[in-house]
């Protein structure tokens, strides 16, 4: 590994993490997991591939209305790594990633930056924002993903390691039923991401969901 390297020192919960360059690409490493191996944010992966592939038609596409309409100005308010924001940005929408977690945020800008040299029509498409979402939940955007992330209640498998690093490192969305109530006003459509047998985010009742073999899409239109 390069020298270039943020160390963070253990929380009261014993996590540690670090942020290092590896062949020019940032990394995040989970110190208090010696085994686990790094998470970074990476767009040129043959998964990313296989995902644009899907084309307008997949899950994803339709959530959003991107399979009814072009160039639509999507909000990722909750972007994670940021494969869903390159795969809409690469279907011709005009999406806007916002991340308040600055150590997310800088794998973001990361995957960004490297991500535009091999492809900087798509990355034009795609801008980032370092924010709490609900700062800009007072534009008028045409659709607004929601991707929450909640407690593991022990009653399903593992998280995976990455998913677990980053909850570990973020903690969970426990103001997602807040950000839902200002996203409803804030966009013609907001499509959140949920577990497919769980509740309604705030229960309120979709106009419809969209369901695959593990999650759902509810879709809240204005």
């Avoid at 970074?40 to 899907?54: S, T, V, Y």
């Amino acid at each position: 590994m390069s020298a270039s390297s943020h160390a963070k020192t253990p929380d009261a919960r014993g996590f540690s993490f670090a942020l290092q360059e590896d062949k020019g690409r940032l990394e995040l490493h989970a110190l208090h997991h010696p085994l686990f191996g790094p998470v970074c944010a990476d767009w040129n992966l043959p998964e990313m591939k296989r995902r644009i592939g899907g084309g307008k038609k997949q899950l994803l596409a339709r959530a959003l209305g991107l399979n009814k309409k072009n160039g639509l100005r999507i909000l990722d308010a909750t972007g994670g790594l940021g494969r869903d924001a390159w795969t809409l940005a690469a279907l011709g929408a005009q999406v806007t990633v916002v991340e308040r977690n600055e150590v997310i945020f800088r794998l973001l800008q990361d995957a960004h930056r490297r991500a535009a040299e091999i492809n900087s029509d798509i990355a034009q498409r795609l801008s980032l924002i370092h924010a709490d979402a609900r700062s800009v939940m007072k534009l008028d955007w045409d659709a607004i993903h929601l991707d929450p992330m909640f407690p593991h209640e022990g009653k399903t498998a593992l998280p995976s390691k990455e998913l677990q690093i980053l909850r570990e490192l973020c903690g969970d969305d426990s103001d997602a039923h807040a950000l839902l109530a200002d996203a409803l006003p804030a966009a013609s459509r907001v499509a959140v991401k949920r577990p497919l047998s769980a509740p309604c985010l705030a229960n309120l009742k979709p106009k419809l969901a969209l369901k695959a073999t593990q999650m759902r899409y509810d879709i809240y239109l204005r």
